[in-house]
């Protein structure tokens, strides 16, 4: 698969690392082309440096791995390249105070879709820190960090599906576009609780053969 990513930073680095060891043909877009340059001699296994533009005429999927507010800017001076494309977005729009920055209006992936009609938007890769995408495998107690996927396009969510796994990770659906504000909201609640609390954020669900309740014959144990 061709992957042009939109971004030198963290996020950049971890998830394209995975898919350039996977096999996939990546290119590490920059507005400073030595950053891009550095970044794609890190990862290695053939990623080449470009323009934000070239990767993203380039990839069949094209990370955003660009913060909220500017990210949207970027995708709209590049919507012409990324018609047709699979868009991914990981951003988290988490202010100070931990406040969820898009609260009352459309989600950080919906600014993205308003940017960029003609690509396809998916939600993923946004729940944790960078730390724990470069983890390889992301694996905790022998299980694999699990990745909600949300999106509009079967194609689209097909191939973002191959890439979480390509992480090491288990993909699971997420729901359509529509909710990847909820997404968003998650990770403004985790990032509260983890880094404002010191609490386990994984602590306040159930396992999931206690979603619906412990079931009547152990509701008094």
Same mark, same amino acid.
Not at 80 to 103: I, Q
Not at 106 to 121: D, I, K
């Given at each position: ?8 930073g963290n996020m950049a ?92 209006? *459309? ?23 960078? @730390? ?5 495998? *992301? ?9 909600p996927v949300c999106g ?13 796994? @390509? ?32 609490? @386990?954020a994984q602590a306040i ?17």
């Open positions: 698969m061709r992957i042009g990513v939109l971004g030198t680095d971890a998830l394209a690392t995975h898919w350039a060891r996977a096999g996939h043909e990546v290119t590490i877009g920059g507005r400073d082309a030595h950053k891009a340059e550095r970044l794609a001699r890190r990862i290695g296994h053939d990623a080449k440096p470009a323009t934000l533009r070239t990767a993203a005429e380039s990839g069949q999927v094209v990370l955003a791995a660009l913060p909220f507010g500017p990210g949207a800017e970027v995708v709209r001076e590049l919507r012409a390249a990324l018609d047709g494309k699979v868009l991914l977005d990981c951003s988290n729009p988490v202010g100070p105070g931990f406040r969820l920055l898009t609260e009352g209006g *459309p989600s950080a992936a919906r600014q993205l879709a308003t940017a960029a009609p003609g690509a396809h938007v998916v939600k993923a890769f946004n729940l944790c820190h960078e @730390d724990v995408w470069r983890m390889r495998p *992301p694996v905790f107690d022998g299980r694999p960090l699990a990745v509009d396009d079967q194609a689209a969510l097909a191939r973002v599906r191959e890439l979480v796994r @390509d992480a090491g990770c288990d993909p699971i659906a997420g729901g359509g576009l529509e909710r990847a504000g909820l997404l968003e909201a998650t990770a403004a609640l985790f990032i509260a609780l983890w880094v404002g609390e010191g609490a @386990d669900a159930p396992p999931l053969a206690f979603a619906a309740g412990p079931g009547p014959d152990r509701a008094e144990e």
